[in-house]
Each structure stands twice: as C-alpha cells, then as structure tokens.
C-alpha cells in the first residue's frame, strides 16, 4: 500500500531553488493536500495547500516563492521552492485531508518527511 513518500529535499545556498515532490496514494488526492514544515525547536507550519480542484494557496511567508501543484496523472504532489532563505530550513511533511482553517497544520495524514537545509 502506497503511503506518502516525500523526496527531493536537500541542501542548498540561500537563494537557490528545490523541488519536493510527493508519492502518494490515489485515495490521497481526492482529498485536500498540503505540505507543512517543523524547524528544530519551532512550531508546525502549514506552508502551502492545494483542493481537489486544482484551487491552492500558500503562507504569507513564502508567498511568491513557493508553488504548490500535482499531477494526477501520476499521482505526485510536488512544492516548488525558489529563493531559499535560510529561514526556509525545516522538515517538510506532505499532508493530506486538510482542517478548514488554512493555517492550522491539523492534517489527518502525514507523510514521513524529508529535511531542507539552507545556508546562507
């Protein structure tokens, strides 16, 4: 049974750019699905999202940066990162069946994640 499998994370300069990609289940997209972040000693943060429909959206904080997208094709859910700030460097977790409120990071499943690391 395919979970969800985060892969892409990384290393990285500020500045640069990466892609994370998500492997998951079909039934996970036909849900709502999302990635949310954890640096050490900081709370979660749910960075972007993106509905059934296609419709998505993203953190104020990395706002006109990060892109959030999937094909359902293949069923992957892919985050697009440019200009990487060191602030950026977290564990990023794909997430499906989002809470209703946008910034709440009270996703009901979660995949194993895959670390970011940015310097400066």
């Known amino acids: 049974q395919v979970h969800m499998v985060e892969s892409g994370g990384g290393s990285v300069q500020a500045g640069g750019s990466l892609r994370l990609s998500c492997a998951a289940g079909?039934?996970?997209?036909?849900?709502?699905m999302g990635w949310v972040r954890q640096a050490p000693g900081k709370e979660r943060e749910a960075v972007a999202r993106?509905?059934?429909?296609?419709?998505?959206s993203v953190a104020r904080s990395v706002q006109d940066r990060f892109t959030i997208s999937k094909d359902n094709t293949k069923n992957i859910l892919y985050l697009q990162m440019n200009s990487l700030k060191v602030e950026d460097s977290a564990t990023y977790y794909c997430?499906?069946?989002?809470?209703?409120?946008?910034?709440?990071?009270?996703?009901?499943?979660w995949g194993q994640g895959t670390q970011v690391n940015v310097s400066s």
């Open positions: 993106i509905d059934i429909d296609g419709a998505s």
């Open positions: 997430v499906a069946e989002c809470p209703l409120d946008p910034e709440s990071t009270d996703f009901a499943f």
């Open positions: 079909i039934d996970y997209f036909r849900n709502c």
